[in-house]
Nanobody
């Protein structure tokens, strides 16, 4: 089992940057693909970015391509989301997700990101 704890959310002005972190428990972190999702009230959860188990492959949602970067550190059991050029429409609760075939699917509690002037 994997426990995930997000941090780094907050209030930022449009055009600003924010870095989210997700700390994972357990010794099998490297076996999981890691994802960042986001959700706003009344809407479905949206996949923001994904990274493969080794970090060799990444994918991004169309709305964040070129602005967000996902990375991971399998020694520290951490996954990160660097968010640049933030827009008000990026405002959401951001969730860290660990997934592997089984399926095994684990979620953090989320961290609020608010982009506003």
């Amino acid at each position: 089992q994997v426990q995930l704890v997000e941090s780094g959310g907050g209030l930022v002005q449009p055009g600003g940057s924010l870095s989210l972190s997700c700390a994972a428990s357990g010794s099998t972190f490297g076996r999981y693909a890691m994802n960042w999702y986001r959700q706003v009230p009344g809407k479905e959860r949206e996949l923001v970015a994904s990274i493969s188990r080794t970090g060799a492959n990444t994918n991004y949602g169309d709305s964040v391509k070129g602005r967000f970067t996902i990375s991971r550190d399998n020694v520290k059991n951490m996954v990160y989301l660097q968010m640049n050029s933030l827009k008000p429409e990026d405002t959401a609760v951001y969730y860290c997700n660990a997934w592997r075939t089984g399926p095994e699917d684990y979620w953090g509690r989320g961290t609020q990101v608010t982009v506003s002037s």
